[in-house]
T-cell receptor, first 112, second 116 residues
Framework: QKEVEQNSGPLSVPEGAIASLNCTYS??????FFWYRQYSGKSPELIMS????GDKEDGRFTAQLNKASQYVSLLIRDSQPSDSATYLC????????????FGQGTELSVKP | DAGVIQSPRHEVTEMGQEVTLRCKPI?????LFWYRQTMMRGLELLIY????????DSGMPEDRFSAKMPNASFSTLKIQPSEPRDSAVYFC??????????????FGPGTRLTVL
């Protein structure tokens, strides 16, 4: 079992819809979680971080964390074609010395 | 302030040759990370440094790979000898540890390595 798992996609949604990206993790010692966006041929860039159970909103993005279920999600409201990218989920744990463990990424395609 | 700088951006070499990738972290950052990204394996951490000291190199695939950080503003990742399976994009990232463990890692543009 991979430490951080994501559906590879591609996930295709129409413009204006809500895109829902999911991630599960196996290390119960994980304390913080990150969503990175990576455009094709570019480097990952951080878009959201979440440390506590519940929701965290930032503009069109909402990160959700459920530590009991070991589940993290990212919702993108009013999806735009410019949101088309690969979204990487990452966890961080003191058990792992604080390093980030990345999932394989989910490719999102937003169709005009 | 400039972001993380990596060189070269592209490298094509032949099997058996030595390859050296370079990274300049963001000024003031005390953590430096080397990652490798492939379609098959995704983004993998190879090694990371704190205050120029290697902390965890468990991701380094084998003895052909080595990394150094002689000072706070420069790090190298060397592959000797290179093999076709080393073909990947290599990213360097840096972060500041001053505020604890929840710090954003800033990635460089990457080096696309092709070993023929």
């Amino acid at each position: 079992q991979k430490e951080v798992e994501q559906n590879s996609g591609p996930l295709s949604v129409p413009e204006g819809a809500i895109a829902s990206l999911n991630c599960t993790y196996s290390d119960r010692g994980s304390q913080s979680f990150f969503w990175y966006r990576q455009y094709s041929g570019k480097s990952p860039e951080l878009i959201m971080s979440i440390y506590s159970n519940g929701d965290k909103e930032d503009g069109r993005f909402t990160a959700q964390l459920n530590k009991a279920s070991q589940y993290v999600s990212l919702l993108i409201r009013d999806s735009q074609p410019s949101d088309s990218a690969t979204y990487l989920c990452a966890s961080r744990s003191y058990n792992q010395g604080g390093k980030l463990i990345f999932g394989q990424g989910t490719e999102l395609s937003v169709k005009p | 302030d400039a972001g993380v700088i990596q060189s070269p951006r592209h490298e094509v070499t032949e099997m058996g040759q030595e390859v050296t990738l370079r990274c300049k972290p963001i000024s003031g950052h005390d953590y430096l990370f080397w990652y490798r990204q492939t379609m098959m394996r995704g983004l993998e951490l190879l090694i990371y440094f704190n205050n120029n000291v290697p902390i965890d190199d468990s991701g380094m695939p084998e003895d052909r790979f080595s990394a150094k950080m002689p000072n706070a503003s420069f790090s190298t990742l060397k592959i000797q000898p290179s093999e076709p399976r080393d073909s990947a994009v290599y990213f360097c990232a840096s972060s500041s540890g001053l505020a604890g463990v929840y710090n954003e890692q800033f990635f460089g543009p990457g080096t696309r390595l092709t070993v023929l």
